[in-house]
Nanobody, 124 residues
Framework: EVQLVESGGGLVQAGGSLRLSCAASGFTFGDYAIAWFRQAPGKEREGVSCIRNSDGSTYYADSMKGRFTISSDNAKNTVYLQLNSLKPEDTADYYC?????????????????WGQGTQVTVSS
């Protein structure tokens, strides 16, 4: 089965950085997109960014532009999310998700497969 495993979360001080990883396995899709989402306590899940394996094209939610960068290593079927200049309001569970139709959106319903998430906590 398709499996997505996030890692790299943790506790950091404001202003610090983290690099999250999403390792994908168990599928043979040709073109697909992997996206990052996050969900803070008491809030709705929101899209962060996505990337397509075919050409590396990316998309960022407007509110996520600037401090976050998505990248991928197709040979490893791994997608990364670099988080810089972290703020306490970035505290959330971060999830990766896969869309086998490679639409590369940040709409949660477009994604068929989800990881379990990795927690990011930013202290002040």
């Amino acid at each position: 089965e398709v499996q997505l495993v996030e890692s790299g979360g943790g506790l950091v001080q404001a202003g610090g950085s983290l690099r999250l990883s999403c390792a994908a396995s168990g599928f043979t899709f040709g073109d697909y997109a992997i996206a990052w989402f996050r969900q803070a306590p008491g809030k709705e899940r929101e899209g962060v960014s996505c990337i397509r394996n075919s050409d590396g094209s990316t998309y960022y939610a407007d509110s996520m532009k600037g401090r976050f960068t998505i990248s991928s290593d197709n040979a490893k079927n791994t997608v990364y999310l670099q988080l810089n200049s972290l703020k306490p309001e970035d505290t959330a569970d971060y999830y990766c998700a896969l869309d086998p139709r490679a639409r590369c959106t940040v709409v949660p319903l477009r994604y068929s497969y989800w990881g379990q998430g990795t927690q990011v906590t930013v202290s002040s």
